[in-house]
């Protein structure tokens, strides 16, 4: 046994996430991702003297969804603070938070870690706003200072100290961006920043229940940072235990460079921020008949529709996930599955057909291009026997994407596609090739049954795979073993 | 020319052609000048107040129908007070030169009622202060007396009005920066409810105390200026959206109002023996009017500015982070890094009290010290609030000295700070509480200089509160 395995991983996070409004958290800015620097920016983002915060409604309601969907309790009466700090990319000195008083207290998400699921408890969530971007390395003797970023609302989702190794951490950072996604709360877009995260590692000997001293490392932005980090610093803290020595409550800063983590600031010169109560804005007052109006304009959870196809439509896990992915993806299907009335042949058809086809084009599920009654009659068409499953997937799909306003029905006569269960054609094409070879006919009939497929083969060939395999199975058995 | 001292007379003059508002800018114009040694103004805006006087004689002969309420009136701001492509420094050298983007929401209202904005007045850097001695720009003088402080923080605008170099004068009310001057400088000046006039466009100090305040020398002239600007404005969530009424038409006399005095304030030791008489005769007065006069007691005269003092400079130290010359005002140049732009710059160019107050609030937010003094004096305020809310429940209105003395002389005070901040021991109750109040003149001392009383009502009782002080001859 090494070290290491002595110890429990105990990590807590805190993850940012950047909300999808239109307009900043406090003015009317926009927070469109990447527009020419410091563009996006009036006097209200820029912190100009005279200049007061008023809170974007939008926000709010953007927070108590995810909070309703986290099972939280909504704060009817929560309020703004302020959190006081310099920095160059922080136009008013001090950053508008939720100190006190957050707008979602408690609830949790469920992840699944080897087909288990584990429950992970949030503490809270509270609405801030963002920074301003410094860039260091572009100018050789300043600092450059973007404030398009500078307002724009951020959900700051903090968990208990539930997760207990990086696999954990992952899959809650992935059903967290699935559930701000499928909310659409966000776009939880790790590379640009949307979604990120500082996480707390500390560790214990295992069975023990006290925690041990916790490291926070800061802004990890991307899930194979984390995973990183995490391994590094409990590598780290095993290390410092093993020989004797105890852990520093630090503020810690990952470097995907050199892999390590690297102290940003120690407690002695630890930032006081001196928080206090938001002047310019009063208490957030929510009604339950505002909380209620939230929850009725909410479309089903994930997991709740992961349920229903698993168990009400019968669908594998494997096919029940995928379709929970994105909520389009689940509006797609229930769409497609109520018109046809086919569950497992819809799902086939949207993540083997349709899913690939729209990430190749890159197109939104809703741009795919071929109408849903075509699409109706496309399952149709092979759930009667009209086309083979092979023939309708190899060479009518792509032909409707193609034409996507033509009948699949009438691409498949044009391709001459359509299916024969027509007896005496498939007949007559029997007798030819049993006349053809006699001595393969002999062979079968002395007992060796496995030859079949050679003359459903041949068959297929002949009837350039129009032949219905059933029909053709049939007759060409009666015709054998006469 | 004649001085007007009310609107309705410049309208009459003006309607009958005995004058133009461009006859009338040109003569505040040469008020402004023959005042000039009273530090009165930091700029002038003398080519454009001309301009839209002319532009306003064309419209009162070619579409009088189209005049807005407050033609004819002409207004100083405080250099506090935002104006679109106007510079607004706060009395500070940290905003030396800044202009502004946007106008105030007062502003704009009273502009869309064809007010004419003749020039910002000098105050208090970041309106702390009650001498204006601590303008970057010099002190402002008091004109019945030059060797005598005019009060602060809106001591520009309170002379303004005094010297007649305009009507009207919009300042700002935090801890009775309206209020005190106005009583130092013998006009009225008065602070509406927090929350009555949008804090939009207003350089914050402390931001839950902050109101824009009115000097004139008639309550119609604040009445109609109160109306134009009150009211619910997108850009401040603290604004009141509380109907406006329309305060200008409803100034009739009280019949049998109830007026409270604090003894603890009549018998402060701090209190002026002469300000005291006088305050006496008022109530005296009032007695012999048959109004019901009491008077009450009250337990938290002596916590009022200490708590004062703490909410309003930890606010401020917030407040005032903005100016780290990263974007905008002073920056020192020498600088070579972040660090040492941010304590160069602001050592540089933030006036002594101003620091003072900065670290004062910077003390009192810190881990340790917090619950000690912030929430302890969120407690007092909480207190104060409701008392006085109380009492003005009972009665309709509440007497007190504006101030505990007369002007004194500049430099008197300025080595103690302390001493500084219990001259708003009257004023500051009305911004803890909220309320609305006026300071009104109500006679002189020995030496010649101007004593003013105080009336407060309960929030958002400003008809009334003018009605009254109409009836006191105003």
């Known amino acids: 046994m090494s070290a290491r395995d002595k110890y429990e991983t105990v990590i807590g996070l805190e993850v940012h996430v950047q909300l999808n409004t239109a307009s900043k958290a406090f003015c009317s800015d926009s927070t469109l991702f990447g527009a020419e620097a410091n563009t996006q920016v009036s006097p209200i983002s820029l912190g100009h003297p005279g200049t007061l915060p008023v809170v974007n409604e939008e926000q709010i309601a953007k927070a108590v969804k995810l909070g309703l969907a986290l099972g939280c309790e909504i704060n009817p009466h929560s309020s703004f603070d302020r959190k006081n700090y310099f920095y160059a990319d922080l136009p008013k000195g001090y950053q508008i938070t939720q100190d006190r008083s957050p707008i979602c207290i408690g609830g949790a998400l469920k992840i699944k870690i080897d087909e288990a699921f584990k429950s992970i408890r949030i503490h809270h969530i509270h609405m801030e706003e963002d920074a301003g971007k410094s860039i260091h390395d572009t100018d050789g003797a300043y600092s450059l200072i973007d404030l398009n970023r500078a307002g724009v609302p951020l959900l700051e989702i903090v968990s208990e100290p539930d997760l207990r190794s990086a696999e954990e951490v992952d899959a809650f950072m992935s059903g967290m961006r699935q559930l701000v996604r499928w909310l659409d709360v966000s776009d939880g877009n790790m590379e640009q920043g949307s979604m990120r995260c500082d996480v707390n590692v500390s560790i214990r000997l295992k069975g023990e229940e006290e925690f041990g001293t916790r490291c926070e490392i800061k802004n990890v932005n991307s899930m194979r940072y984390a995973r990183r980090a995490i391994a590094y610093e409990v590598g780290r803290q095993v290390d410092i235990i093993e020989k004797g020595g105890s852990i520093e409550q630090q503020t810690l800063n990952f470097d995907p460079d050199t892999g390590t983590t690297t102290p940003l600031r120690d407690k002695e010169d630890a930032h006081d921020y001196r928080y206090f109560p938001e002047p310019d804005m009063p208490p957030i007052r929510l009604s339950d008949g505002y909380i209620q109006a939230v929850k009725d304009g909410m479309v089903r959870l994930p997991w709740e529709l992961y349920e229903d196809f698993t168990e009400k439509l019968g669908l594998s896990d494997y096919d029940a996930s995928l379709l929970t992915e994105e909520v389009e993806v689940a509006k797609y299907f229930l769409g497609l599955q109520h018109l046809s009335q086919q569950t497992k042949a819809s799902a086939n058809l949207i993540i083997n057909k349709i899913l ?50 033509r009948s699949p029905l009438e691409i498949a006569k044009d391709l001459n596609l359509l299916q024969s269960s027509d007896t005496s054609f498939l007949e007559e094409l029997i007798e030819g090739i049993l006349a053809d070879n006699p001595d393969k006919v002999k062979v079968y009939r002395n007992g060796k049954k496995g030859l079949l497929g050679f003359f459903m083969g041949e068959l297929m060939k002949k009837s350039k795979g129009k032949a219905d395999p059933k029909v053709a199975n049939k007759l060409l058995r009666e015709k054998l073993e006469a | ?201 207003l350089v914050a100090y402390g931001s839950s105390f902050d109101q824009v305040g009115i000097f004139a020398h008639k309550t119609e002239e604040m009445a109609l200026l109160l109306e134009v600007m009150a009211g619910a404005d997108e850009y401040d969530a603290t604004a009141s959206k509380r109907e406006v009424p329309a305060y200008s038409q409803t100034l009739e006399p009280l019949q049998q109002p109830s007026i409270a005095y604090y003894r603890s304030a009549l018998e402060h030791p701090g209190l002026d023996e002469e300000i005291r008489t006088l305050m006496e005769q008022q109530l005296d007065e009032f007695r012999r009017a048959g109004y019901r006069v009491e008077g009450v007691d009250f337990k938290y005269l002596d916590y009022i500015v200490p708590a004062y003092y703490v909410l309003t400079t930890a606010e401020a130290s917030s407040n005032l982070s903005r100016y780290d010359g990263v974007r905008f005002g002073f920056r020192d140049k020498e600088a070579d890094s972040l660090e040492d732009m941010y304590t160069h710059s602001r050592t540089q160019a933030f006036g002594e009290e101003v620091k003072r107050r900065i670290m004062l609030g910077t003390f009192v937010l810190s881990a340790g010290y917090y619950d000690a003094y912030y929430t302890k004096a969120q407690k007092v305020r909480r207190l104060i609030a409701e008392e006085t809310r109380r009492l003005l429940s009972d009665f309709d209105f509440l007497l007190m000295p504006t101030t505990p003395a007369p002007a004194w002389n500049l430099g008197e005070k300025t080595d103690d700070p302390v001493e500084m901040y219990l001259a708003d021991i009257f004023t500051v109750q009305a911004n803890m509480a909220g309320i609305p109040g006026i300071a009104f003149p109500v006679g002189k001392t020995g030496e010649g200089l101007p004593v003013g009383l105080q009336l407060m009502s309960n929030v958002f009782e400003e008809a009334k509160l003018l009605s009254f002080v109409k009836q006191l001859g105003y």
């Open chain 1, 356 to 405: 690939p086809y729209c990430k190749d084009k890159q197109l939104a599920l809703f741009d795919f291009p071929v109408a849903s009654e075509n699409l109706v009659e496309f399952l149709d068409i092979i759930r009667t026997g009209k086309v083979s499953n092979a023939m309708a997937y190899q060479r009518i799909f792509p032909e409707m994407t193609e034409q996507p306003d």
């Open chain 2, 1 to 201: 020319m004649a001085k007007y001292s009310d609107l309705a007379s410049v309208q009459q003059a003006i309607r009958e052609g005995q004058t133009s508002c461009k006859a009338l800018v040109a003569f505040y114009l040469e008020q402004i000048k023959e005042h000039q040694h009273l530090n009165i103004y930091l700029e002038v805006f003398e080519e454009e107040a001309l301009q839209k006087a002319a532009a306003l004689d064309k419209k009162i002969q070619e579409s009088p129908e189209k005049l807005g309420k407050l033609w004819g009136m002409v207004v100083s701001i405080k250099d506090v007070i935002c104006y679109q492509g106007h510079k607004v420094s706060a009395g500070s050298k940290i905003l030396e030169n800044f202009e502004s983007l946007f106008s105030a929401t007062a502003v704009e209202r009273i502009l869309a009622e064809d007010a004419i904005i003749i020039g910002r007045t000098n105050c208090d850097e970041f309106a702390m202060g009650s001498s204006n001695e601590n303008s970057a720009y010099g002190p402002v003088l008091n004109g019945i007396n030059p060797q005598k402080i005019p009060g602060g923080s809106s001591g520009g605008a309170a002379v303004s009005v005094q010297m007649d170099t305009c009507l009207a004068a919009l300042g700002t009310d935090t801890g009775g920066s309206v209020r005190q001057p106005a009583a130092l400088c013998g006009i009225l000046g008065m602070k509406p409810s927090y929350g009555r006039i949008s804090r939009h466009g």
